[in-house]
């Protein structure tokens, strides 16, 4: 079935570093990939989206790039901050059906 | 737009008794509504989905008369944990999808029940 591996945390970095959240897919079809963020004791918000291959998300210096070849949506930032310290999920969308990764804690150390 | 909310936002109930969570699509409306728990620590596991005026259709190992969810309208779904036990502790996430489109899922800010 579909589903979404994504990079397992926790991962630590320090303020400005550079950040890779790695993420790949497994679908049947064409699916929309996603990044989600996730604050201590709240629900998702969107990140990111992209919706066919090639296409980049973007968003508060994010990005991810949507790669058929590799099944990838890996999600980038070149200089964290502390703020940007919470739990990332990737997922995948076909039709109504939603598959989200296990999620990858980061925390940013100042 | 494209708002969601839930009602509450914590709960503290007694083993035993059931507690009703609310999720409202506040500007916009859902066809179709889902609900996820998320255990600490991990991912989102979807528990059912729910269409405005017909029953929900439940993720396999969900047990439906333990979890009832009715939608009652295009803006709001409900939730009911049934003689609720410590192990339904958890973070419920409501999700909705917009009648007009485009198929992506909001979510709500989330529940946290805790069972006593």
């Known amino acids: 079935g579909d589903s979404v591996t994504q990079m397992e945390g926790p991962v630590t970095l320090s303020e400005e570093a550079f950040l890779t959240i790695n993420c790949t897919y497994t679908?049947?079809?064409?699916?929309?990939l996603f990044w989600y963020v996730q604050y201590p004791g709240e629900g998702l918000q969107l990140l990111l989206k992209?919706?066919?291959?090639?296409d980049k998300g973007s968003n508060k210096g994010f990005e991810a790039t949507y790669r058929k070849e590799t099944t990838s949506f890996h999600l980038e930032k070149g200089s964290v901050q502390v703020s940007d310290s919470a739990v990332y999920f990737c997922?995948?969308?076909?039709?109504?059906?939603?598959?989200f990764g296990a999620g990858t804690r980061l925390t940013v150390k100042p | 737009g494209a708002v969601v909310s839930q009602h509450p936002s914590r709960v503290i109930c007694k083993s035993g008794t059931s507690v009703k969570i609310e999720c409202r699509s506040l500007?916009?409306?859902?066809?179709?509504m889902f609900w996820y728990r998320q255990f600490p620590k991990q991912s989102l596991m979807l528990m059912a989905t729910?269409?405005?005026?017909?029953?929900?259709?439940?993720e396999q190992g969900v047990e439906k008369d333990k979890f009832l969810i009715n939608h009652a309208s295009l803006t709001l779904s409900t939730l009911t944990v049934t003689s609720a036990h410590p192990e339904d502790s958890s973070f419920y996430i409501c999700?909705?999808?917009?009648?007009?489109?485009?198929?992506?899922?909001?979510f709500g800010p989330g529940t946290r029940l805790t069972v006593t």
């Open positions: 992209a919706t066919k291959a090639d």
């Open positions: 997922a995948l969308q076909l039709d109504n059906d939603m598959r």
């Open positions: 679908a049947t079809g064409y699916p929309s």
């Open positions: 500007d916009f409306q859902a066809t179709t």
């Open positions: 729910s269409n405005e005026g017909s029953k929900a259709t439940y």
């Open positions: 999700s909705a999808i917009r009648l007009a489109g485009p198929y992506e899922q909001y």
